[in-house]
């Protein structure tokens, strides 16, 4: 159940996405693939960090109108997307890529939080996760490291029924993400979560180059720890921002075109540097 090595020529700015799924994905992802639809819990209302910022009402998934706002119109043209920090947006062809969270964003769950259910473990590490996106736990590192050391031992097996039981996409993320690379722009996954996962959601949705932790896997069980890559160990929110503007760097744009869009508070960095942010279901 190791996760292969990633190429050895792989660029340091940007992990290409769509690499080869390893073998216990095989056979999953057929069963994953056609259970999207799940709706999102209500969610608060989300301010802005840099740009624009934008919250769905409870119960809408994804929407685009992020795109039928774009065309420097005011935030009252769009039903149900509340914009901020400005009464105008550029047109979408002033945009070069957009920039996704997974967990909660473009997927229903929080991935480590389904690991640590099935493996008995579900109310310690879910109360972790809740304080760490909140902001309550301002060390992302420490508390993803707190969280994992609960699941050392658990089966590597638990990784595939996640994928086929529990994972589904947010209503709206398939279509938003097509809109969005048939406009031209290049899309960045860049998650907190675990290459297992980003590499199904990369491949179906599209994206072009991923950021995230991959899991320490010894003798079909999990370590309790993540290898390190080539980037660091820990995609944290300074990853997130690191990788957006990695990632505009390798596009030849500017952070201003660029969309971040994702949930809790270790997105803030990468949406701070952009040039629209976009809280989706955002935390308080």
């Known amino acids: ?8 020529d792989r660029p340091d700015a940007c992990d290409r996405a769509g690499a080869e ?9 057929r069963e994953a693939a056609g259970r999207e639809g799940a709706q999102q819990p209500a969610g608060p209302s ?25 065309p420097s119109m005011p935030a009252p043209t769009s039903p149900g997307l509340v914009l901020r920090d400005g009464p105008a947006l550029p047109p979408l062809s002033h945009f070069r890529l957009a920039a ?12 480590i939080d389904e690991i640590a259910a099935l493996a008995g473990r579900g109310a310690e590490v879910a109360a972790i996760t809740e304080a760490a996106m909140r ?36 209503p709206g993320a398939r279509a938003l993400c097509a809109a969005l690379k048939a406009a031209g722009l ?4 860049v998650s907190g979560g675990f290459t297992f996962f980003t590499r199904y959601v990369a491949a179906e949705l599209g994206m072009d180059f991923v950021r995230s ?31 957006l503007l990695e990632s505009c760097e390798r596009m030849g744009c500017r952070p201003d075109q ?8 270790n997105d803030l960095p990468m949406m701070g540097a952009a040039g629209l942010s976009v809280a989706y279901h955002a935390k308080p």
């Open 135 to 170: 902001g309550e736990i301002t060390d992302f590192k420490d508390s993803l490291r707190r969280r994992l050391a609960l699941l050392a031992g658990v089966p590597a097996t638990v990784l595939d029924r996640v994928l086929a039981e529990r994972l589904t996409f947010n």
């Open 100 to 111: 996704f969270d997974m967990d909660s964003t473009l997927i229903g769950i929080e991935c």
């Open 258 to 265: 660029a969309i971040a869009v994702g949930d809790g508070a």
């Open 46 to 70: 989300a301010g802005g960090a840099r740009g624009a910022a934008a919250a769905r009402p409870a119960g809408q998934g994804l929407s685009l109108g992020i795109i039928s706002a774009m």
């Open 186 to 189: 290049k899309l960045v996954l």
């Open 21 to 29: 799924e390893p073998q216990h994905q095989a056979g999953r992802q």
């Open 213 to 243: 932790n991959e899991l320490e896997i010894e003798h079909g069980a999990l370590t309790g720890r993540v290898v390190m890559q080539d980037w660091g160990d820990i995609c944290d929110g300074e990853q997130k921002r690191l990788m």
């Open 1 to 8: 159940h190791q996760l292969p090595p990633q190429p050895a």
